[in-house]
C-alpha cells in the first residue's frame, strides 16, 4: 500500500503548480533532435536545443561511437576509481586538457554533477563563496552541497564584486574565499566580466571557478570564454559541460595538475557513480579534436546567430542584451509569453518560453538557440512565423 501522506503531497502540490500555470508538460522528440524536429507527428524548426554546432547528430561523431560500442561494449562497468577508467576516458581528459591549455582535466557524468562535485570537494564550512545571482542551478546547488558561506553577488556588478570580496577576506572568517560565475548567462546571453572579476581576485587571493557551458564551442573561436579573454593562466576552475557544443554527454574541470588529483580522490560522483559508455567518451573526445582542427562550425554558428538575431531586431523585437548566440525575445508578461511561444509551436517553430522563477517577474521570454546545424531557409521560416505570430498579438 502506497503511503497517504505522500499521496495527498503530492497531488496537492501538483494541482497547485498546474493551477499558477508553473508545470512544465515535457514535449518528447521522436527521432533525432537536429534543426528540425518531430513533436507528435508535427515538423518544427528547432530553436531550443543546446547543440551549438549540430554535433548531436554528425556523422563523424556517430562513427567513432559505433566503433566503441564494438570495441568496448555499451557501458563503462564501474566507478572511475575501482576499474571503470578506461582508455578511452583518459584520451578525452588528455584532449580536454590540451582543449583549455591546462596541466590536466577530469570529467564526470554530466555538467550538473561536475558542478556538485567539484565545488564540494574544495570548499567547505570555513569557507565562502561569492557567486553571481544569476549563476546555473547545479552551482547554486554545488555551493549549498559544500556548506560554505555562500554570498551572492548582483548580476555582473563588479562594485559589489569588489566589496564583497574586501569584507569576506578582511572579515577572517574564512579559510578560503572562491568567486564562481557563468562564463555566459544562459537566460539572457550576456558574458561574465572575466578580466575585470580576474583581477579583483588576484587583489584579494579568490579562488575563480567558471562555468563554460555556454561558452564552450561558442566563444573563443570555440576554445571557451575564458580563452576568449585569454586568461587561461588566470583561471583555477575551467568547468564545462560535453552536452551542448560538444554534443554529447559529460562534464569536466579542466586547471592545474594538482587541482585534478584532488577532485580525482574527493569528487564524490567520480568516486561513487559510474563512468560514462565508451561511445559517450570516445564521441567527447572526437568533438574536442574537431573544433581544434577547425573553426568552420564555430563561425558557421556566430553566421547564423547573428543573421536570426539581425531578422528578430529588424521585425521589431526586444532581443535583449545578448553577446552570444542565446537569443532572447522577451514578451515581458508570463501568459503572454506562454501563448506567444504556443502561437510560435502552431506555425511551426520550436521555441520554449521561460518565465518566473527562472527569470524575473514581467521578463518573460522565448529563448531561441540558433545553431550552426540551421540552414537559412530555416532561419527565414522561423522569422515568417514570428513576423505573423508578433502582428497577430500586437507585439510588434
Ligand atoms: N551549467 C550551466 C551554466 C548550464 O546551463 C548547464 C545545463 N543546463 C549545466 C551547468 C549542466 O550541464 P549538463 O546539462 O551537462 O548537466
Redo the contacts with the bound molecule.
Keep these: 500500500m502506497s503511503s497517504k501522506i505522500l499521496n495527498n503531497f503530492l497531488n496537492e502540490n501538483i494541482a497547485e503548480l498546474k493551477e499558477r500555470g508553473l508545470y512544465n508538460e515535457i514535449d518528447p522528440v521522436i527521432g533525432a533532435n537536429g534543426p528540425e524536429i518531430n513533436i507528435d507527428g508535427k515538423s518544427l524548426v528547432n530553436l531550443s536545443s543546446n547543440n551549438y554546432l549540430g554535433l548531436a547528430t554528425d556523422d563523424r561523431l556517430k562513427a567513432v561511437a559505433k566503433d566503441a560500442v564494438d570495441s568496448h561494449g555499451v557501458g563503462a562497468g564501474a566507478v572511475r576509481t575501482i576499474n571503470g577508467t578506461l582508455d578511452l576516458h583518459l584520451n578525452l581528459e588528455k584532449k580536454l586538457a590540451e582543449f583549455k591549455g591546462t596541466e590536466a582535466a577530469i570529467s564526470f557524468q554530466?555538467?550538473?554533477n561536475c558542478?556538485m562535485a567539484a565545488i564540494s570537494a574544495v570548499m567547505d564550512k570555513n569557507d565562502a563563496i561569492l557567486s553571481d545571482e544569476l549563476n546555473?542551478a547545479?552551482?547554486i546547488d554545488g555551493c549549498r552541497l559544500s556548506k560554505a558561506k555562500i554570498i551572492r553577488v548582483n548580476h555582473s556588478d563588479m562594485e559589489d564584486l569588489r566589496q564583497k570580496a574586501k569584507e569576506a577576506t578582511e572579515s577572517g572568517n574564512y579559510n578560503k574565499v572562491m568567486i564562481i560565475t557563468?562564463g555566459v548567462f544562459?537566460m539572457d546571453g550576456d558574458i561574465a566580466k572575466l578580466p575585470e572579476i580576474v583581477e579583483i581576485a588576484e587583489e584579494f587571493d579568490l579562488i575563480t571557478y567558471v562555468?563554460d557551458?555556454?561558452g564552450s564551442g561558442v566563444l573563443g573561436k570555440g576554445a571557451g570564454t575564458v580563452k576568449h579573454f585569454g586568461l587561461q593562466d588566470k583561471v583555477d576552475f575551467q568547468m564545462g559541460?560535453l552536452?551542448k557544443a560538444i554534443g554529447v554527454?559529460g562534464?569536466y574541470v579542466a586547471g592545474k595538475a594538482n587541482l585534478i588529483d584532488w577532485l580525482k580522490v574527493r569528487s564524490r560522483p567520480f568516486l561513487f557513480s559510474t563512468a560514462v559508455s565508451p561511445a559517450d567518451a570516445v564521441a567527447s573526445t572526437r568533438a574536442i579534436e574537431l573544433l581544434m582542427e577547425s573553426t568552420e562550425l564555430n563561425e558557421k554558428l556566430w553566421e547564423n546567430a547573428n543573421y536570426l538575431k539581425a531578422g528578430l531586431k529588424e521585425l521589431g523585437f526586444d532581443i535583449g542584451n545578448s553577446e552570444t548566440p542565446i537569443t532572447p525575445c522577451v514578451i515581458g508578461d508570463e501568459n503572454d509569453t506562454q501563448k506567444f511561444s504556443r502561437r510560435l509551436y502552431e506555425e511551426g517553430v520550436y521555441a520554449k518560453s521561460i518565465v518566473f522563477p527562472t527569470v524575473p517577474r514581467g521578463t518573460g521570454r522565448v529563448r531561441n538557440m540558433p545553431t550552426a546545424a540551421h540552414t537559412k531557409e530555416m532561419l527565414d521560416n522561423a522569422l515568417k512565423v514570428y513576423e505573423k505570430v508578433g502582428k497577430e498579438m500586437g507585439i510588434i
Design positions: 554530466s555538467g550538473f558542478n546555473h547545479s552551482i557563468d544562459s562555468d557551458a555556454h559541460t552536452s554527454i562534464g
